[in-house]
């Protein structure tokens, strides 16, 4: 069983979050604080909550705002909706239900209440009698013609349309046919099998479709029986439970019987060690007590021993569990792959969780980072849950991993993946690291516009909030800012319209054999000449070859200038329009390479007929004679030019622009040879 989609209302600051869909795996819910991401996880795991979770209180969880409404009886308790899922059914389910319900997505709604209602969505709805009536008088009478009347003298017997008339007392078309309602009706029909003909194919298949219809709430109470068994358990890891580095064993023990734990999360996370382990408290307490029997006796010294070593064996194969897990994540570098070994020891009344380093040298657990422990606690917690009563459990995860390192953070996002494989996942990040580039569409985005509204979820990314998308739009960030040293070589160029120009014109000039960029040269846009600077000087920093083309207008002149860029790049790799140009233009810029099939372009795309000006004042840039035109776009003509080029070829180009861009492709293929 699967959640598809699901909906939370009237729950604190949620009025109504909408349908938003659940993704097979894993969904990955973001938005700023106060937006209402832990809620919904909360309110959604009281739909199937594990045993123990405390149950909706409608003095806390109601929204504040609107509990006069609750006191005032304007509102209903046993009527207001709070967690809303919708499951789909596995094969194996479809088949459990049969074909009458394999269809129907299985409905489970949580009231605020406690009251669970569920339901197959879109089922046929039970019998009324208005539905069956006139099938049920006909059967009678069909029943009665066939009753030979009563002998002379002998009294009149009841007839079965009597018989019906007394079991349909006080009932009307509404009346629904189900539980007590029914069951007159079914032994009267099961009475009735023996007494219709046979022969009669039409009242043969009146009786079957009564008895069939009347024997529908049966099927339907026993389906929905059957799915609420199977519906999943939601686990909430909302507060990370700690595991501590020594346990005392017999003190634990001792408060797990009374039920008085005096750190509830420390002696949960003890208690799911242990349970991951194989062991109780109670049992490793007494281990740790229990003398060696005399030597004398081989039968008990062989028992002692096989308990011993049962023990040792089993917190052996935890460990070493754990440890795999551990470092799939924290040390996911093969070179170190003997670094941070877990270990779990039983040393008398005392239990240790310690830490051996790729030195030998063994510390307990919370001389660690914060990060380690709380990822080692997790996974403790993780296995002893999933190995017990929440396996295929659905997991809602808040705010994992605050405490790891961001690239530790991008590991532990591949642990969620896997562990969404087994058991469906939905957790809330601020954090990039736990989006995956590949990650967009299983996004929902929360955010709280107005607190009258309350929090709505977004299946599509989008959001009226910036800091709703914030998380996404740092994850791009960081993919594209790692993009950039993939490539040994890289050009760098001031705007987008440069990178068209050129990518599109070395095409061109490829294609008829008159020169060829260096296909290993990655073309790279810093949005702007005064960035270039910053994009080579990282570059440059990561041990990659740097050259960067520089329009000869003011803000060219200047970044060309930068001692910095000077000093990384050097001259030779520093390019500039300008030198390429047979004729001089001042300020020159790329477009000024392509100057005569530009003018072209605009007249025929834009109706800008510029090329008097540019004509007769050869020496001024074509970009500064065109945006003097109404309506000229740099942008759209860069497009328009690249068009050009998938219908041309470099014939078409003028023999001057032809040798301006051989020049200039020759010249960066040399500075980054």
């Excluded at 979050?17 to 993704?23: A, G, L, S």
């Excluded at 068994?229 to 686990?235: A, G, I, K, Q, S």
């Excluded at 006796?297 to 096989?306: I, V």
């Excluded at 790329?590 to 003018?599: A, F, K, M, N, S």
Aim: aromatic share 8%; net charge negative.
């Amino acid at each position: 069983m699967r959640l598809t989609k699901a909906r939370i209302q009237n729950y604190r600051g949620i009025r109504d979050t909408d349908w938003f869909e659940v993704e097979p795996g894993k969904t990955i819910l973001v938005g700023p604080n106060e937006a209402g991401k832990t809620a919904i996880l909360q309110a959604l795991q009281q739909v199937n909550p594990p045993e123990g979770v405390k149950p909706f209180d409608v003095l806390r969880d109601y929204p504040r705002a609107l509990y006069n409404d609750i006191t005032t009886r304007k509102v209903d308790p046993t009527q207001v909706r709070v967690a809303t899922a919708v499951f789909s059914l596995d094969p194996d389910e479809r088949k459990l239900v049969g074909s009458e319900f394999a269809s129907f997505p299985y409905v489970a709604i949580r009231y605020i209440d406690n009251r669970l209602v569920d339901d197959f969505q879109g089922c046929p709805a039970f019998p009324t009698y208005g539905e069956v009536r006139k099938d049920l008088i006909r059967l009678a009478a069909h029943i009665d013609a066939r009753t030979p009347p009563p002998a002379e003298g002998q009294p009149a017997k009841a007839t079965a349309g009597d018989a019906i008339a007394g079991m349909a007392k006080g009932w009307d078309d509404g009346t629904l046919l189900y539980a007590k309602n029914a069951e007159a009706l079914r032994a009267w029909l099961d009475k009735a099998v023996a007494l219709v003909d046979e022969d009669d194919e039409r009242e043969e298949s009146r009786l079957d479709g009564l008895r069939s219809r009347l024997a529908y709430p049966d099927r339907y109470f026993a389906a929905k029986k059957a799915m609420r068994e199977r519906m999943p358990v939601f686990v909430l890891f909302s507060n990370y439970f700690r595991v501590r580095p020594v346990i005392h064993l017999a003190h634990l023990a001792s408060r797990l019987k009374s039920g008085v734990l005096d750190d509830d999360q420390y002696d949960y996370g003890n208690s799911c060690l242990l349970n991951l382990l194989g062991f109780t408290a109670k049992a490793l307490s007494d281990l740790g007590r229990a003398e060696e029997p005399d030597a004398k006796d081989p039968a008990m010294l062989r028992a002692y021993r096989d308990q011993l070593d049962k023990r040792s064996y089993q917190l052996n194969a935890a460990s070493i569990r754990l440890t795999q897990e551990i470092r799939r994540v924290w040390n996911p570098n093969p070179d170190r792959a003997e670094a941070d070994r877990l270990r779990v020891v039983a040393d008398g009344q005392y239990l240790k969780v310690v830490v051996e380093d790729d030195l030998g040298v063994e510390i307990e657990l919370d001389q660690r980072s914060e990060g380690f422990q709380w990822l080692v606690s997790f996974f403790v917690v993780f296995f002893a849950e999933a190995a017990d009563k929440h396996e295929n459990a659905i997991l809602l995860l808040d705010e994992p991993g605050l405490s790891l390192h961001a690239l530790k953070q991008r590991d532990f996002r591949d642990t969620v993946s896997r562990l969404a494989e087994g058991n469906q996942t939905l957790y809330t990040t601020h954090s990039p690291f736990l989006v995956g580039p590949g990650e967009l569409d299983l996004v929902r985005v929360v955010e709280m516009r107005d607190r009258k509204v309350g929090t709505k979820v977004h299946t599509a990314v989008t959001s009226s909030d910036p800091a709703a998308l914030l998380p996404l739009q740092e994850a791009l960030g960081y993919d594209l800012a790692q993009s950039l040293f993939a490539n040994q070589r890289n050009l760098i160029l001031e705007g987008l319209t440069d990178h068209w120009y050129v990518e599109a014109t070395a095409a061109l000039l490829a294609g008829d054999g008159i020169v060829r960029l260096n296909e290993r040269i990655a073309l790279v846009t810093a949005n702007a000449a005064s960035k270039v600077v910053y994009f080579a000087t990282i570059l440059h920093a990561h041990g990659l070859k740097v050259a960067a083309l520089l329009d000869s207008d003011a803000a060219g002149d200047q970044a060309a200038k930068q001692e910095v860029l000077v000093h990384t790049l050097g001259q030779k790799a520093i390019l500039r329009t300008k030198d390429y140009l047979a004729d001089p233009v001042a300020k020159a810029e790329v477009e000024d390479l392509l100057r005569e099939t530009l003018i072209g372009i605009a007249k025929a795309e834009f109706g800008l007929d510029v090329a008097a000006t540019a004509a007769a004042q050869p020496e001024r840039p074509i970009v500064d004679i065109l945006a003097k035109e109404k309506a000229f776009s740099k942008y759209k003509l860069a497009k328009a030019y690249v068009r050009w080029t998938r219908d041309h070829h470099a014939a078409d180009l003028t023999e001057a622009e032809r040798a301006h861009w051989k020049k200039l492709i020759d010249a960066v293929n040399a500075a980054l040879r």
